[in-house]
């Protein structure tokens, strides 16, 4: 198995990291895909090759995300949800971005995973 996983950001698509050595898992960017399913499934069943009961950050750092690719992460979310016992999810949002942190909340109170909310320190 790979120890590392990166996907480089495109205009449309985020940045992706994924360590399966530190148990973390990376989004950063803006997610706008036409065809999100495409890009998403490319990376998000690595995820649940981690070790079921072993410690997962998933760490999200977006800027702005379409409909199909909010569909695809609440759909890793609930299977997170469902599937492991440890996970942690940080998200990070602008100071004035009330929409994104507001997203993080809902995604929140969807899934019941445990979330931290953090501004971002650019």
Excluded: C
């Excluded at 940045?15 to 973390?24: K, P, R, S, T, Y």
């Excluded at 999200?60 to 695809?72: C, G, M, V, W």
């Amino acid at each position: 198995m790979v120890e590392t996983l990166f996907i480089d950001q495109t205009y449309e698509t985020p940045e992706v990291q994924i360590d399966f050595v530190q148990g973390v898992f990376s989004i950063k960017g803006r997610s706008i895909p036409e065809k999100a399913d495409k890009f998403w499934d490319t990376f998000s069943e690595e995820i649940f090759k981690f070790d079921r009961d072993r410690e997962l950050e998933f760490i999200l750092n977006l800027e702005y995300l379409n409909i199909s690719s909010s569909k695809k992460l609440l759909h890793i979310f609930y299977k997170l949800n469902s599937e492991f016992k440890n996970v942690k999810v940080t998200w990070y949002y602008e100071e004035n971005d009330e929409d994104m942190y507001e997203v993080g909340r809902d995604y929140e109170h969807m899934s019941t995973l445990p979330f931290e909310f953090k501004i971002n320190k650019i």
